[in-house]
């Protein structure tokens, strides 16, 4: 059962990453269906099967929060950010770099 959820939690992944896209739904569509395919043969009871399916949700949920594309609009991208897209609030850029110091204290391992 939990092969069947995550073949479709990826084409849902793909289609809502791809969305108006068509080429690259289609490939990803393909590739999904080939992966599940090529295994399709294995024993439930294969250890492989465990690892593989957790990587399907992490490339799913990859899929869905991270990957954004930009679409050419003139001379500029227009980023098609969805609903699921995982937004930041960039506090570890703001202090990259930097030494915080809590009242005159060095932060962390400094000390």
Known sequence: MATIQSYRNLLRAARI???GDTRML???RTAIRRGFRDNSTLPASDPSI???L???EEIASFLKAN???????GDTYKLRIHD????GDN??????NKN????????CSER
Not at 100 to 107: D, H, L, N
């Open 67 to 73: 990957l954004v594309q930009g679409i050419k609009k």
């Open 26 to 28: 289609n490939g990803a």
């Open 100 to 107: 915080p110091r809590v009242g005159g204290v060095k932060c």
């Open 50 to 52: 465990e690892p593989a």
């Open 17 to 19: 990453a791809f969305e």
């Open 84 to 87: 699921h897209t995982e937004r």
């Open 54 to 56: 957790k990587k399907a």
């Open 91 to 96: 506090e570890s850029i703001k202090f990259a």
